[in-house]
Nanobody, 119 residues
Framework: DVQLVESGGGSVQAGGSLKLSCAAS????????MGWFRKVPGKKREGVAR???????RYADSVKGRFTISKDNTKNTVYLQMNSLKPEDTAMYYCAAKTGYCYTGGMDYWGKGTQVTVS
């Protein structure tokens, strides 16, 4: 079974940066489509970024130019570098993985999340 564990969340002032990490079991990060999502209470979950196993990436318009998703296959870890953070980026951030085509459909596996608060 795929296990995903997020870390790196915290509190930061607007304009600051944070880097989230997602440690994946086995060689999930290399073989699977990996994504970052975020959820605010009372709102729908939002897709933030996805990274295909072919190396391509896609981002939500709200984070383009500020967030970067990357993988370290040697560490089986996926990262989300978040720069120029805004209060509206405050959310619980989740790492997720799926098999098959990366850029449509839901994810198959989820982590438990890490909280990001921007003030």
């Amino acid at each position: 079974d795929v296990q995903l564990v997020e870390s790196g969340g915290g509190s930061v002032q607007a304009g600051g940066s944070l880097k989230l990490s997602c440690a994946a079991s086995g060689d999930t990060a290399r073989r699977y489509c990996m994504g970052w999502f975020r959820k605010v209470p009372g709102k729908k979950r939002e897709g933030v970024a996805r990274a295909h196993s072919d190396g391509s990436t896609r981002y939500a318009d709200s984070v383009k130019g500020r967030f970067t998703i990357s993988k370290d296959n040697t560490k089986n870890t996926v990262y989300l570098q978040m720069n120029s953070l805004k209060p509206e980026d405050t959310a619980m951030y989740y790492c997720a993985a799926k098999t098959g085509y990366c850029y449509t459909g839901g994810m198959d596996y989820w982590g438990k999340g890490t909280q990001v608060t921007v003030s």
